[in-house]
C-alpha cells in the first residue's frame, strides 16, 4: 500500500470526531469588541464589523464578575468583562473567547467550569481529570466525551469537546508511553486499580480483577500517550489472541463486505475480485486509521485519514495519497490547497472577513471558505465556481455531512452522513440520496450494508 511522506510521518506525530475539527481563520488582530449593559442580565453586543448581534445565548459566569456569551449564529464566544459591576446603560468590553465551536463545548477558569452538550448546560455526570484533560461521562446521552487540555488554560478558556467512540458500557483506556501506566475509566470515573494486574500479549495488555481476566487494551505497546480507546471486554477464561491470525475474519473478503486481518491492523469494508473497492475503514495498529473510498486495493476518491492522535489528512485521494483539494491537521496547524502526491503545491489561505452570515471566511468561489446561512447552517470547505465541492456541510440540528458535491451543492459521489442522534452511513451518493455502495447503522447500532438506491437498501452484503 502506497502511502506519502507526510502520511508517515503523521503516523508518528500523535489528537478528538474526529472529523469535528474546524480550522480557525485569523482574527487580524481584532478580538475585542464593544458591549451595552441594557438590565441586570441584559445586554447587546456589536461583532467585529459594527453589527449589533441578534442570536446570542448566555452562557456562565464561573465564579466571576464576567458573563460569557454564545453568538449561536458564527459560534463565537465572548466574555462580557466585569458585566455583574457595570452600571445598566454602560458600555464594556467583549473579548472573544473561542471561535468556531462546535455545539459541543466547554468553558472554563480556574475558578470552575461548565460543560454543554448540544448548546446545553449539563449539570450532571461524572469526569474524572487525567493529564490535565477531562473524561466526562454525561447519562442524558449515554456518551462520554472528552474535554481536551481543560485545565491547561491559566486563565478563562473554552474549545469543541468530542464524543468518544462508541462503547456499550462507556468504559474507555489511555495509556502514558513514557511511563507505561494505563488508565481504564468507565462512566467517567476511573477504576479501583487495587485488585487488578495486567499481562502482556503481543502489542496488547490483559486486564485481570482478582485473577481473572476482565479486559483486553488492543495495540497497547504500540500506543501513543493519552489517545481513548473503548475497552475490549473478556469473560472468565483465558482469551486467545487474535492479533497475529491473519485471514479474512468475517463476511465475504472476495466480491462483498468483509473484514481482514493483517499483521498490523485489519480492513472492513466492501470488496471486488479480492481487493479493497467501494466504502472501507483501514485501521493500523498503534497509528491511524483511513475511511474512505478504495478502487483496487488503493485509497482513490475521497476519504480522510485520522491518526490515533486526531491528526487528519482528508481530501481527494489518488493511489494512496492526496492528489487534488484536501487539508492536513497537524496538532493546531491546519493547511489546505492542492495537492500532489501527498504535498501542498498550492496552499490557499483561509482569514475572517468580518461579516457573520455568506461566506464569513476565506474564498467562496474557487478555493476553501466557510459559508454560514441565517438559519445556522454552515458548509468549511472546497468552492468550485462558487459552489460546494468537497467539504463539510453541518446542518443547525447538529447533522453532518462530509464528502463530495455535485454542480447543484447536491451531496453526491462519495461522503459520510452522521446524525445528531447517533446514526451514521458511509458511502455512495447521488443527487443528494444514498445510491450505491454503502454502510449505515442506527443510533443502536444495527447495521445495513450492500447496494442502496434513492436511500433503500435493494441489496444486502452484509
Not at 347 to 371: H, I, L, R
Amino acid at each position: 500500500m502506497k502511502i506519502s511522506v507526510k502520511l508517515t510521518v503523521l503516523f508518528c506525530i500523535l489528537v478528538a470526531t474526529a472529523f469535528g475539527q474546524v480550522p480557525t481563520p485569523s482574527q487580524g488582530g481584532a478580538t475585542n469588541t464593544p458591549y451595552k449593559k441594557t438590565g441586570e442580565m441584559g445586554y447587546e453586543v456589536r461583532s467585529a464589523n459594527g453589527e449589533w448581534l441578534t442570536n446570542l445565548m448566555d452562557l456562565k459566569f464561573l465564579k466571576t464578575s464576567t458573563l460569557s456569551v454564545l453568538d449561536k449564529t458564527n459560534r463565537t464566544i465572548y466574555l462580557l468583562e466585569g458585566f455583574e459591576d457595570t452600571p445598566i446603560g454602560s458600555m464594556g468590553n467583549a473579548k472573544v473567547l473561542a471561535t468556531n465551536v462546535a455545539k459541543d463545548f466547554y468553558i472554563t477558569n480556574p475558578n470552575s467550569f461548565a460543560n454543554y452538550v448540544n448548546d446545553t448546560y449539563v449539570s450532571s455526570g461524572k469526569f474524572t481529570n487525567v493529564n490535565g484533560s477531562y473524561v466526562y461521562y454525561y447519562p442524558g446521552t449515554n456518551k462520554t466525551y472528552y474535554l481536551d487540555g481543560i485545565r491547561h488554560f491559566p486563565d478563562w478558556g473554552a474549545k469543541s469537546t468530542n464524543a468518544l467512540p462508541f462503547s456499550e458500557t462507556n468504559t474507555y483506556w489511555t495509556r502514558n508511553s513514557e511511563e507505561d501506566t494505563y488508565h481504564i475509566i468507565k462512566e467517567g470515573k476511573a477504576l479501583n486499580y487495587e485488585s487488578l494486574t495486567t499481562e502482556k500479549s503481543g502489542n496488547d495488555l490483559l486486564v485481570k480483577d482478582n485473577g481473572t481476566y476482565v479486559y483486553k487494551l488492543p495495540g497497547y505497546y504500540t500506543t501513543a500517550s493519552y489517545v481513548y480507546k473503548p475497552v475490549e471486554k473478556y469473560g472468565s477464561s483465558t482469551p486467545t489472541d487474535t492479533a497475529t491470525t491473519e485471514g479474512c475474519v468475517r463476511g465475504n473478503c472476495q466480491d462483498g463486505w468483509g473484514k481482514y486481518q493483517y499483521s498490523g491492523g485489519y480492513y472492513d469494508g466492501f470488496w471486488v475480485n479480492g481487493k479493497k473497492d467501494g466504502y472501507g475503514l483501514y485501521k493500523w495498529v498503534g497509528t491511524g486509521k483511513y475511511i474512505g473510498n478504495w478502487s483496487s486495493d488503493q485509497m482513490n476518491g475521497y476519504g480522510i485519514y485520522i491518526a490515533d492522535n486526531e491528526d487528519n489528512i482528508a481530501g481527494w485521494y489518488s493511489n494512496g495519497q492526496l492528489n487534488g483539494v484536501g487539508y492536513t491537521v497537524t496538532g493546531d496547524v491546519w493547511e489546505q490547497g492542492l495537492y500532489v502526491d501527498g504535498n501542498l503545491t498550492t496552499p490557499y489561505t483561509y482569514y475572517s472577513n468580518e461579516v457573520d452570515t455568506g461566506c464569513t471566511a476565506g474564498d467562496c468561489q474557487n478555493k476553501y471558505g466557510k459559508y454560514v446561512w441565517s438559519n445556522g447552517d454552515t458548509y468549511i470547505g472546497f468552492y468550485k465556481d462558487g459552489r460546494m465541492n468537497l467539504g463539510t456541510y453541518t446542518f443547525a440540528n447538529g447533522d453532518k455531512y462530509s464528502g463530495t458535491f455535485n454542480s447543484e451543492n447536491q451531496f453526491d459521489g462519495f461522503g459520510r452522513y452522521f446524525y445528531e442522534g447517533g446514526g451514521y452511513y458511509g458511502g455512495e451518493w447521488k443527487n443528494g440520496k444514498y445510491n450505491g455502495k454503502g454502510y449505515y447503522h442506527s443510533k443502536d447500532y444495527e447495521k445495513q450494508v450492500g447496494i442502496w438506491k434513492d436511500q433503500t437498501l435493494v441489496k444486502n452484503m452484509e
